[in-house]
């Protein structure tokens, strides 16, 4: 599994923005079935980089290498039709080098693995719903 500096810094981000937030910062403290909306695994894992409104303009994009990609032009960029399979793959197993611009991307479905204690079922979801949420903010 390939994590960087930057997938480090967002899980202690997470933890600490959800303990901030008067949320529990263990996930332990959570009933065993939850698992969050897309909207709100949006703003806890990606809206750091790619912006509140999936623009690419997070607060943490300046500090990046490549700017992230705009989250709400991806159903534009495929020939009008939201690629439900290209992102979960991207999210599942990460961006790499060509597919999306930068490898700075953090490989999601390994995190949420170690979040839901290898329930696969889970991590699907997990992905499916976030999935969802990115395809709710597409441009119109």
């Given at each position: ?45 990606c809206a750091i980089c790619h912006g509140a409104d999936g623009k690419g ?36 197993f990460g961006p790499g080098v060509s597919a999306h611009g930068s490898s ?31 395809a709710s903010l597409q441009e119109k």
């Amino acid at each position: 599994m390939r994590y960087t500096l930057l997938t480090s810094f967002l899980l202690l981000f997470t933890l600490t923005a959800a303990a901030q937030d008067g949320r529990p910062a263990n996930p332990a403290q959570f009933p065993p079935s939850y698992i969050p909306s897309g909207q709100e695994m949006y703003k806890q894992f990606c809206a750091i980089c790619h912006g509140a409104d999936g623009k690419g303009d997070g607060p943490a994009a300046s500090n990046l290498k490549t700017r992230p990609s705009d989250l709400t032009t991806l159903a534009k960029r495929h020939e009008g039709k939201f690629p439900s399979d290209y992102v979960s793959t991207i999210l599942r197993f990460g961006p790499g080098v060509s597919a999306h611009g930068s490898s700075n991307m953090p490989t999601w479905g390994p995190i949420f693995s170690i979040i839901e204690k290898s329930n696969e079922k889970a991590v699907q979801e997990r992905i499916k719903r976030l999935s969802a949420y990115l395809a709710s903010l597409q441009e119109k």
